[in-house]
């Protein structure tokens, strides 16, 4: 499934490797008014929505898909041979999602090495039964474009909160490893991330990281609390809201010490208690 805002430049290569995955049904969104022309969609299906935003327009495809299972492709993305095969090979009966790696590519389709060599590092953190404590550990090298769900299950999770500009695939991992353990796709990368310079920006990243944490800390306990936590200050110390993090750094460390075990939440901490002026000079 591709949803798109577009027009993207990447949306017929994306388009293209999606409808090369035979026999698997392709369903495009259009999400609003974006141009794509449904001449040149071939044996896509083309659902067309007012514009609600990434996260309902997926949901609507979702929805709309006839098979039992759904994978995830953005249209600035490539979908690799194989692919779907492979994902659907590595569900197990209790998994409601699979991942893969992704090999990041710059506009031109040049690889990044220093990209690809940090996201493989943190691939490896993650056991073989990822659970919501891993993706949290492992800062989640899970991509969109490299996922494939159960599409039964994606429902009764809720499917992506359209309340979230950024991280609502994190908020959905989350929510899916509740309902069973996430599953990685063993070998070669099963998609093609592309940077290019309209991704989502730090800042949104950073607020969505805030609005994930709090969404799911009311619920969290023990190590989990102390990994959203962990994310909470970073953000924070990202966005350069110093003051901010000084004061919830001290509230968290006051409810629960063991987070000063922590050498990322210890930096942080830290850093917090230099002069503010001091610290945005050095953003």
Not at 76 to 98: F, H, K, N, T, V
Not at 179 to 191: D, I, K, M, R, S
Request: a positive charge.
């Amino acid at each position: 499934m591709i949803a798109t805002r577009g027009p993207s430049p990447f949306f017929a290569e994306a388009l293209a490797s999606a409808l090369a995955e035979r026999p698997a049904e392709v369903v495009v969104v259009e999400d609003g008014t974006t141009g794509v022309d449904e001449t040149a969609l071939g044996e896509a299906r083309l659902l067309q929505l007012e514009h609600v935003g990434r996260s309902t327009a997926r949901n609507a495809g979702v929805e709309a898909a006839a098979g039992p299972f759904v994978a995830f492709l953005d249209d600035d993305d490539l979908a690799l041979p194989g692919r779907l095969a492979r994902q659907r090979e590595s569900l197990a009966a209790d998994a409601p999602l699979s991942f893969g790696r992704v090999r990041v590519v710059d506009a031109a389709g040049e690889p990044l090495a220093d990209w690809n060599r940090r996201l493989e590092q943190r691939y490896r953190r993650l056991p073989a039964k990822a659970g919501f404590d891993d993706l949290l550990a492992s800062h989640c090298p899970i991509y969109t474009s490299a996922t494939m769900v159960r599409r039964d299950l994606f429902l009764q999770a809720g499917g992506y909160d359209p309340g979230l500009d950024a991280y609502e695939d994190l908020d959905l991992y989350l929510r899916l490893s509740r309902l069973g353990p996430l599953v990685p796709c063993a070998g070669e990368p099963v998609a093609v991330y592309r940077l290019h310079g309209s991704n989502t920006p730090s800042d949104r990243l950073y607020e969505g990281a805030l609005a994930v944490t709090a969404k799911h800390a009311a619920t969290a306990a023990g190590r989990s609390r102390r990994l959203l936590t962990e994310w909470r200050l970073d953000a924070l110390w990202g966005l350069g809201r110093f003051r901010e993090l000084r004061r919830e750094s001290v509230r968290a460390v006051r409810r629960d010490p063991l987070l000063l075990a922590r050498p990322r939440v210890a930096k942080r901490i830290a850093g917090s208690a230099l002069p503010v002026k001091l610290l945005e000079a050095r953003r």
